[in-house]
């Protein structure tokens, strides 16, 4: 299988989907913000700079999340993996690039989930989260919600909702992507490595798009 790239929009179902690929095609998933908090975590020198950057209101520079990014390929060896929340620039597109290029790793793909602005923004809105086991609801679409109101119907918790699950942040952060997302595309449109996959309810059909434009030719 090819290493995924995605580009895409919030509640565009990433996580979704990136979960479907780890349990059955065994990927090894890369998400930006999990590998800051587990380098915070670590209690290293790396990861209290990192710390104290974030917590200064500062953004991570493009050559630390390079870097993390290249310590974590480096610990994976051959295992396919997905990549989520970066490049969100085409500077960071670029670096990227470069960095996979000096490893070798040239089996990639990159996906770009387009998503409608008014259907991201119910997902948003309507999704709701258990704290315990991690699964996700949505209180506007019948096959998601749970079967109890508020309910996990997993482990029973009581089910909560984000607080950053509202419109105003919704929309500030969908526009920042598309500010963004047209230089990124035509980049990778250059190097005919993107592939583009519409985003409905459909999750079946979004699902095997992935996998087919995933599995090597």
């Known amino acids: 299988m090819k290493n995924v790239i995605f580009i895409a929009p919030p509640a565009a179902g990433k996580g979704t989907i990136s979960d479907y690929l780890i349990k059955n095609y065994h ?35 493009d050559d630390v999340m390079i870097n993390l990014i290249k310590q974590k390929l480096t610990e994976l ?13 085409l500077i960071q597109a670029e670096s990227l690039d470069e960095m996979l290029i000096s490893m070798g790793v040239t089996n990639n793909v990159v996906i770009s989930l387009d998503i409608d602005r008014e259907l991201a923004l119910k997902r948003v809105l309507g999704r709701i989260n258990c704290p315990k086991c991690g699964r996700s609801y949505n209180v506007y679409f019948e096959n998601m919600k749970p079967s109890k109101e508020n309910i996990c119907d997993d482990c029973n918790s009581d089910l909560i909702k984000r607080s950053d699950d509202n419109e105003e942040s919704f929309r500030k952060r969908f526009d920042d992507y598309l500010s963004n997302v047209s230089l990124i595309k035509s980049y990778y449109e250059e190097k005919h490595l993107l592939k583009n996959i519409i985003v409905d309810n459909d999750l079946e059909r979004v699902l095997k798009e992935i996998i087919k434009e995933a599995k090597n030719d």
Do not use: V, W
């Open 27 to 61: 990927y090894k998933h890369l998400s930006t913000g999990d590998i800051l908090r587990e380098e915070i975590q670590s209690g290293s020198k790396f990861g209290k700079e990192i710390e104290n950057i974030m917590a200064s209101g500062n953004l991570i520079s």
């Open 77 to 89: 060896s051959k295992q396919s993996f997905i990549l989520d929340g970066f490049p969100r620039t």
